[in-house]
């Protein structure tokens, strides 16, 4: 199976619990004050960088749902886990260390024999700490 990205233990994979939407958010502080004539901005830094994630698996079907248990591991024990993104040529990229803010599963059409959703979607806030991509 092709690993398209894996948060710490996590894989996200293309048969499996697999990605549908990335997106990435990052600030730079850049405070600004009054002049005479116009405005003064002074750069202090670079603030908080983030990416938000949305997956989805059908598990009766293509499995995941140990990609979803380890997310839950993870954001639980609020642990910093590595980050990795496949790029071009089959390269993984070391996106860099994060911690799971937000978490959330969303389950549809419960299944009659063991109850788990048919479709199980997630979504996550992952925040950067230490070193940024």
Same mark, same amino acid.
């Given at each position: ?6 948060? =710490? ?6 048969? +499996?619990?697999?990605?549908q939407?990335? +997106?990435?958010?990052? !600030?730079?502080?850049?405070? +600004? ?8 901005y ?5 603030? #908080?960088?983030?990416?938000?994630? !949305?997956?989805?698996?059908?598990? $009766?079907?293509? &499995? +995941?749902?140990?990609?979803? !248990?380890?997310?839950?591991? $993870? ?35 419960? $299944?009659?024999?063991? =109850?788990? =959703?048919?479709?199980?979607?997630? #979504? ?5 700490? &230490? &070193?940024?991509?």
């Amino acid at each position: 199976m092709n690993e398209l990205c894996s948060i =710490g233990r996590a894989k996200l994979l293309v048969v +499996g619990l697999n990605p549908q939407r990335i +997106g990435t958010e990052s !600030e730079a502080r850049v405070p +600004g004050t009054a002049t005479w004539s116009d405005m003064d901005y002074q750069a202090t830094g670079l603030g #908080e960088a983030r990416t938000r994630f !949305e997956a989805v698996t059908f598990p $009766h079907v293509i &499995g +995941g749902l140990d990609a979803v !248990e380890w997310l839950q591991q $993870h954001h639980e024990r609020e642990e910093a886990v590595n980050y990795i993104r496949l790029r071009g040529q089959y390269l993984g990229r070391m996106q860099g260390l994060v911690r799971i803010r937000h978490l959330f599963i969303d389950e549809t059409h419960l $299944h009659p024999f063991d =109850g788990v =959703g048919r479709r199980v979607g997630v #979504e996550m806030d992952l925040v950067y700490v &230490g &070193g940024r991509r």
